[in-house]
């Protein structure tokens, strides 16, 4: 298997951008999901297959990779994006998921 | 609209084997579409994947459970379930089940809300 790094935390002014990373090596081959999850919830997805927001996600939220490295962006962060984030991916050998630590953001 | 709803014990003993079942409503099991799958988070941390599986009962692990979790399909109950043998108090966790896109993301779309369970005797 191989293991995503996260950030254990990371904070952003109300308004202004964030970018949360995570970093591995079967990020080059697999997309990365990201996931938020807020105090006693179930954790929902706001970006898939690296790059897509689902329905009903604010377009503040988006999705990049470069090499190793997928990155979840908040273009304007609200109060309400306050939560942990984690992303998820599949390992090198594409059987096996993984989740990274976790980034918990506060705005 | 799809929905996962986790059931089973809250309190199970040491060494016994923890038993959960995830009913789906709003979609069939016997989907090509998605694989279902069990993710636990430990009180405070971060989230595990347990491991998935598909309405043929094809199922993949996490090897960090070292063969302790097996997972099984009941299609005509549209559920599927995880037991977990010999636990001990690092099983104590809240337990989630989610639907898995079989495409190219991956991505967990739908989720339980969670059911916390407690190993002690």
């Known amino acids: 298997s191989s293991e995503l790094t996260q950030d254990p935390a990371v904070s952003v002014a109300l308004g202004q951008t964030v970018r949360i990373t995570c970093q591995g090596d079967s990020l080059r081959s697999h997309y990365a999901n990201w996931y938020q999850q807020k105090p006693g919830q179930a954790p929902i997805v706001v970006i898939y297959g690296g790059n897509r927001r689902p329905s009903g996600i604010p377009d503040r939220f988006s999705g990049s990779s470069s090499g190793t490295t997928s990155s979840l962006t908040i273009t304007g962060a609200q109060a309400e994006d306050e939560a942990d984030y984690y992303c998820h991916s599949r390992d090198n050998s594409g059987n096996q998921l993984v989740f990274g630590g976790g980034t918990t953001l506060t705005v | 609209q799809v929905q996962l709803q986790e059931s089973g014990p809250g309190l199970v003993k040491p060494s016994q084997t923890l038993s959960l079942t995830c009913d789906v409503s709003g979609d069939s099991i016997s989907s090509y579409s998605y694989y279902w799958s069990w993710i636990r988070q430990h009180p405070g941390k971060g989230l595990e994947w347990i491991g998935y599986i598909f309405y043929n009962g094809h199922s993949y692990h996490n090897p960090s459970l070292k063969s302790r979790a097996i997972l099984s399909v009941d299609t005509s109950k549209n559920q599927f379930s995880l037991k977990l043998s010999s636990v001990t108090a690092a099983d104590t966790a809240v337990y989630y089940c989610?639907?898995?896109?079989?495409?190219?993301?991956?991505?967990?779309?739908?989720w339980g809300q969670g059911t916390m369970v407690t190993v002690s005797s």
């Open positions: 989610a639907r898995v896109e079989t495409n190219i993301s991956g991505a967990f779309d739908i």
